[in-house]
């Protein structure tokens, strides 16, 4: 009777990473929506320290596993790059694998606009209308251009820059519609912000 009440007092008094603790893990290999399929595996390490009653507990430099769960592709007309993994071990330098199921809470955006989803843990690229108009912007220009310097020779003058500028944003459109939008990547060396959703005992 003694054994058990001590043991029961050691279990409850072992440390655990308590739920809503966040630390900061740093991409291995890259990860690619343009070439990412579910079940590839995905390697980090711990960027940050983790620690419990003012121990670490989980030093920099752990090894993280986990696996593509959810990867699309960009369309070329609509639909945003969506990304989302599944993280399942932490091993420790003593050799010691934690089983874990932590949710990504923020992703390094790597100079585009992929946000994560809050609900669902999912890495999206955001939208690309801003730059497809600007393609098409650039474009009509340039054929402006163009069109007013034939109409100069052919004494059309301004007919040719408006002509020029039409066929100029109908090419931009037309680019804009064939091209893929931006894909998620989370590159070798980027950075990722993971949240415990429960606790998960170190011993």
Do not use: C
């Not at 009440?5 to 966040?22: F, N, Q, W, Y």
């Not at 696996?67 to 071990?89: D, F, I, M, P, Q």
């Not at 340039?142 to 039409?166: F, K, L, P, R, Y």
């Amino acid at each position: 009777m003694l054994t058990s009440l001590m043991l029961a007092l050691v279990l409850s008094e072992a440390p655990e990473i308590p739920a809503g603790t966040h630390v900061l893990l740093r991409m291995i290999n890259s990860v690619n929506t343009a070439t990412a399929q579910v079940g590839d595996f995905v390697y980090m390490t711990t960027a940050s320290p983790l620690s419990v009653g003012g121990r670490i507990v989980v030093p920099v430099g752990a090894h993280v596993q986990g696996l593509v769960v959810h990867a699309k592709r960009s369309g070329r007309v609509s639909g945003r790059a969506e990304l989302a993994l599944r993280l399942e071990t932490l091993t420790l330098h003593d050799g010691r694998v934690l089983k874990f199921s932590p949710q990504v809470a923020a992703a390094d955006p790597g100079g585009t606009e992929q946000k994560t989803s809050k609900e669902e843990g999912a890495i999206k690229q955001g939208s690309d209308a801003g730059r497809d108009a600007a393609r098409v912007a650039i474009l009509a220009g340039t054929g402006a251009a163009t069109g007013a310097a034939v109409g100069h020779w052919t004494n059309s003058g301004w007919q040719g820059a408006g002509v020029g500028a039409g066929i100029g944003a109908g090419v931009g459109v037309a680019t804009a519609l064939l091209t893929r939008g931006r894909e998620v990547e989370l590159r070798a060396g980027s950075t990722l912000d993971v949240v415990f959703t429960k606790p998960v005992p170190l011993e």
